[in-house]
Each structure stands twice: as C-alpha cells, then as structure tokens.
C-alpha cells in the first residue's frame, strides 16, 4: 500500500487566504479586513486560523492599537503582495476598464489639509465618470509613501512631498504659497502685518506627518517666533485661531476656506517663505495597469486646475 505524500505549502494555500492575510496586514484588524474584502468577519477569522495551521506561526497578535504581524508576517507580507499584486495585474490586463460600470475602490495617500482642498473638485470628477467607484482616502507618514505606493497599498499620493520625488513617477499639479491666518480683530492685524509683530506673536504650528511643513515649523523657530501651540492636524484652527490671539502659516488656498467661515482673515507672511509645489506620486510598476491609469489622469485633471 502506498502512501501520498503530504500536500505542500503552496499547494494548502489557496488565493483567498493570500487576500486575507494581506487585508489583515494592511489594516492591522480582523474587521477592517473583512470590510475590505467584503466578507464577513468569521470567515476572515477562519482564514487567519488557516493560515497559522499552514504557516505554523500566530502571525498576528493583539496590541493596543491593532493586530500587531510577527517576525515571519513581516517576512510574509512582502512575498504575498508582490505576488498578490502580479496576479491582479495579470487578471486586469486581460480586461478593458469601464469606468462608468466599475465598483473598483481607488486608496489615495492624503494629508487632512489635502482632504479639505482635494475631496471635493476629485469627488465630483469620480462621480460624474464612474458613479460606481470607491475612494479610500489614507494617511502615512512621509517616508512610507514610496514603500505603499510599490506594494499598492495606495494607488497614489497626492501633496507637497519633496523629499519622495527621486524616488517615484510623479507630475506637477499646482503650485501654492503661504500666508497668515488669524482672528479679524487680531492686534497685530490692524496694519500691514510687519516681521517684528509677526516674530512676536504667539503662534500655532501644525506637525503634520503627510505635508511638507516641517521645514516652515523650522524656519519660524530659527526666528524666535514663540510657538504657544502644536498639533497634529490642521482641521480643528478654525475654531482655535477664531477665539484666541493665535497666528498659523498656512497654504493661502485652506487659509482662504478657514477665513470664509467667519471671524478671520489673512495676511501675506513678512518673511521669505518656500513656495509649495503640490504633485501627483504613483509607482511606475502599475503603470501598464488600465484603471491606475485611468485613476491617474482623473486625479490630475480633477486637482490640475486648483
């Protein structure tokens, strides 16, 4: 009587559970996952209990901020996604992209102040060419963009994101400058906004992990400003610049919706700023893919005219 011999690894391990394993490192949750995939979470957390059995390993364990991957998960990932990318690449090559009938999820890589200025002319691009289409709107840090946008984890970024242009395709959009921005009856605001008064402000400075801010944040404490104020983000000034004496340095195109609420108003900075180059990043492995390509060319035409 013979024996078979054992099925392999690869063999036990079918495409869905590649699909969820990288759902469950990218989201770093059983839940996300399964709302990424959509499918239920039981079955995302019978697929995760098949892969320890074939992969012999926890691969994820619990902390606090989510579904933490083990040594051999990180090691995993990289293999399952590259592969896990070729596969869909090969699967979409044999298809024509038909925006207008396409429930595909796009993921752009974001700041919240580009929310503000990018969600709404993109939005209503995508829902007048492809009613269907989901967007995912995610934030990374700066140096993570190059790494998300190879593995295609985002389908794109979108900002003022210098330090990544060696290192992806990327095309211009628009260019921005800084101004300032405080309440209406501001003390230092009654005149032509000086560098002395400026310099002696009390000012609020956004430490932003997606936005190249950091070098103004820099260039203002080299000057002595008196920084009374840091945040991670840049949505809740509104309200905090409308009821304090606070000046920030923003974007003049945030800087004017802010002031268009009510109580503030702007100001050109009596300093010499760098201005603000906004560009589109993506990676060149996906560029043959026809809706990246499509995606591409809706965010430039959307964002191109701001």
């Not at 628009?174 to 009390?202: N, P, Q, S």
């Not at 260039?219 to 309200?239: D, E, M, S, W, Y």
């Not at 802010?258 to 760098?274: C, D, M, N, R, S």
Request: net charge neutral; glycine share 6%.
């Amino acid at each position: 009587m013979t024996t078979r011999p054992a099925p392999s690894v690869a063999r036990r391990l079918d495409l869905n559970l590649v699909r969820v394993f990288v759902a469950i490192y990218e989201t770093g949750s059983v839940t996300a996952a399964s709302e990424r995939l959509f499918i239920t979470q039981p079955t995302v957390s019978y697929g995760l209990a098949k892969l320890r059995e074939t992969l012999n390993d926890p691969l994820f364990v619990k902390a606090r901020g989510g579904m933490e991957p083990t040594p051999c998960a990180r090691q995993t990932y990289e293999r399952f996604a590259q592969a896990l990318l070729e596969i869909n690449g090969a699967v979409e090559e044999t298809h024509t992209f038909v925006p207008e009938r396409s429930d595909r999820r796009f993921r752009v890589a974001m700041s919240d102040i580009g929310e503000l200025i990018f969600l709404p002319p993109l939005l209503q691009r995508l829902h007048a060419l492809a009613p269907q289409v989901e967007l995912e709107v995610v934030e990374t840090k700066v140096e993570e963009a190059p790494g998300w946008l190879a593995a295609g984890k985002v389908d794109a970024a979108v900002g003022n994101l210098p330090s990544i242009c060696a290192v992806t395709r990327n095309a211009h959009l628009f260019d921005e400058h800084y101004v300032c921005l405080m309440r209406r009856k501001h003390r230092a605001g009654k005149a032509a906004l000086t560098r002395a008064a400026f310099v002696a402000a009390r000012h609020a400075i956004v430490s932003s992990s997606f936005f190249g801010h950091n070098q103004i944040e820099d260039q203002l404490r080299q000057l002595g400003v008196k920084v009374a104020l840091q945040i991670p983000h840049f949505t809740i000034l509104p309200n905090l610049i409308a009821a304090s004496d606070l000046v920030v340095v923003l974007p003049s195109r945030v800087a004017a919706l802010f002031a268009a609420h009510g109580g503030l108003q702007t100001a050109p900075v009596p300093i010499e700023l760098p201005s603000i180059e906004v560009r589109l990043h993506w990676h060149q492995r996906h560029e043959g893919h026809a809706a990246q390509r499509w995606f591409l060319g809706v965010l430039a035409e959307a964002l191109g005219s701001l």
